[in-house]
């Protein structure tokens, strides 16, 4: 871990080289148009760099140049055993450059230095490793057939895949979608976020230092509908992997339709139910977890745990004790290591979550904790971490995804209820459930609809389970082997063994 001081980190950040290119068949080039768009820092509002805007003919560029690699069997015709050691020599190189990365990515949205290293750096480079270390134990299958004939059944690249990213964990999110896809033997388009483009850029030059060859990955800059439009529409892509929000989700499934039927792979929004029963095991460390739930990334996270349902009997002791946890989460400058919770993506971004906090507060929730834009640092984007009680299920906060420090509790009187409330959703990535029951935590297990449900703690997990959403939460997995499966198609082979 990291040994640097606030001062080191503020020093460091005068010096940083900001990548501002974008990457077409391995080559850094300004957008053809010569557009480019200001990065921001929320930290202090300062512009960090000009950063290449693509448009669709750089879309177009970077399309055929994935193409040709692909064509040319440069990567996607190679060994696994090859593909195994470029990948983790990519992981080694994250290793080196960490204290980079994890600078970038805090400067660029605005987290915690030290949740960058700990959590974004640290988990890329486990994402990356883990399924570089993959590739050569994977194997196909052989049909059950008779004599006199075989039946293989193989796994083949899909071809191009252009990979649409957010803003909240820019780089383990591009890492989740470029670690399998190149592992399988694609080309990849990768468009970061036009809120958060540095550190997709910073995995560009990496890959190339690591031996993937110049067009297997490209990396296009640029705002959603001038470069990540024209990339969904694209008859040349074959498929899409998106973390985004639903709606933009939907709309990249109307994209498909109305192009060439590209595969398409959604992890979207949420609003997550942590359910606490009364006799849930320690409701100190539960209300910990709670806080840390919402709280941790500035809210900012798909599985933030922003409804929390109380058993009545518990829930004025237990809305105090969220409100005490959530003390430490004062936002403070992001460089500093101490801090737990820093800058919001944005302007616009802090504006969207003030306007639900006065929204709750029209809908007749109670304010028990923050409620306000905080000012650690001059012109930065900050909001004080946020908690509601008595808020209905049917109030806006309950239902709309905020993306933002907001805590929604709300109580309930028995598990039936309980589950009720938790399921009545658009969305399913994640669920929570706090009990000593070990009979009642596997039935409401099973019951809740969603992709990840923790019994007693919260966000566990890890590179060998996978991820993903029920309903409008998405579709398909990331991490695990079954992260496989989005970026390959199967194909059935018939040997005849009977004549000849
Ligand atoms: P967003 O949907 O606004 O943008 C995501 C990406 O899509 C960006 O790169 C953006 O430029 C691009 N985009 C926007 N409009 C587009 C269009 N018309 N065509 C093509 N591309 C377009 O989401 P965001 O605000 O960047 O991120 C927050 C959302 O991401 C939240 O809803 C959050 O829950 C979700 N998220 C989900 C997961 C998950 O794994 N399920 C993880 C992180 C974030």
Not at 308 to 323: P, Q
Not at 350 to 367: F, K, P
Not at 405 to 412: D, G, K, M, R, S
Not at 470 to 491: C, I
């Amino acid at each position: 871990m990291s040994k640097k001081t606030f001062a080191d980190w503020l020093e460091l950040a005068g010096k940083v080289r900001i990548p501002n290119l974008a990457l077409i068949n391995g080559e850094w080039v300004p957008a053809r148009s010569g557009k480019q768009f200001a990065c921001l820092s929320p930290i202090d509002g300062r512009v960090l760099a000009q950063v290449a805007d693509c448009q669709a003919e750089d879309v177009e560029r970077a399309v055929a140049a994935a193409r040709a690699s692909f064509e040319s069997g440069v990567w996607s015709n190679t060994k696994p055993v090859h593909r195994k050691k470029t990948l983790i020599k990519f992981a080694q190189l994250l290793e080196r450059d960490r204290d980079e990365l994890a600078l970038l990515e805090s400067l660029d949205m605005g987290k915690p230095i030290g949740d960058a290293l700990a959590v974004d750096v640290s988990a890329s480079i486990r994402c990356m490793s883990w399924t570089g270390e993959a590739i050569d134990k994977v194997y196909g299958e052989v049909a059950a057939t008779g004599p006199d004939e075989l039946g293989l059944i193989t796994r083949e690249p899909l071809g191009v895949i252009g990979a649409i990213v957010p803003w909240n964990f820019p780089m383990l999110m591009a890492t989740w979608k470029i670690a399998p896809a190149l592992a399988t033997g694609n080309s990849i388009v990768l468009k970061p976020s036009e809120k958060s483009p540095l550190t997709a850029l910073k995995l560009g030059e990496l890959a190339l230092e690591a031996g993937i060859p110049p067009g297997v990955l490209n990396v296009l800059p640029g705002y959603g509908k001038t470069a990540g439009e024209p990339l969904a529409l694209h008859m040349d892509v074959d498929g899409l992997v998106f973390t985004g929000s639903t709606l933009v989700g939907k709309y990249l499934l109307e994209c498909a339709g109305r192009s060439n039927m590209k595969r398409v792979y959604l992890e979207c929004g949420g609003k997550s139910p942590n359910i606490v029963f009364a006799d849930a095991p320690d409701l100190d460390k539960a209300a910990e977890a709670a806080a840390m739930g919402i709280f941790y990334n500035q809210g900012e996270v798909c599985t933030a745990a922003s409804r929390l349902l109380v058993e009545r009997s518990i829930h004025d002791e237990f809305v105090a004790l969220v409100a005490k946890a959530s003390q430490i989460m004062s936002p403070k400058h992001p460089l500093d290591p101490s801090t737990s919770m820093g800058a919001m993506v944005d302007e616009g971004q802090t504006r969207r979550v003030l306007s639900y906090i006065e929204r709750a507060q029209q809908d007749g929730a109670a304010l028990v904790h923050g409620g306000a834009r905080a000012e650690p640092v001059a012109n930065g984007c900050y909001i004080e971490p946020t908690i509601f009680k008595h808020v209905a299920p049917t109030h806006t906060i309950a239902r709309e995804e905020i993306f933002g420090p907001v805590l929604a509790v709300i109580p309930f009187d028995d598990e039936a209820q309980a589950l009720r409330i938790a399921n009545d959703t658009e969305y399913g990535l994640a669920a929570g459930l706090w009990t000593r029951d070990i009979t009642r935590a596997h039935r409401v297990a099973r019951k809740l609809r969603a992709g990840s449900v923790w019994v007693n703690y919260w966000d566990g997990g890890d590179m060998t389970a996978p991820f993903g959403g029920y309903k409008q939460s998405g579709n398909g997995r990331d991490k695990s082997l079954h992260a496989f499966e989005k970026y390959t198609e199967v194909k059935a082979t018939w040997i005849n063994l009977a004549d000849g």
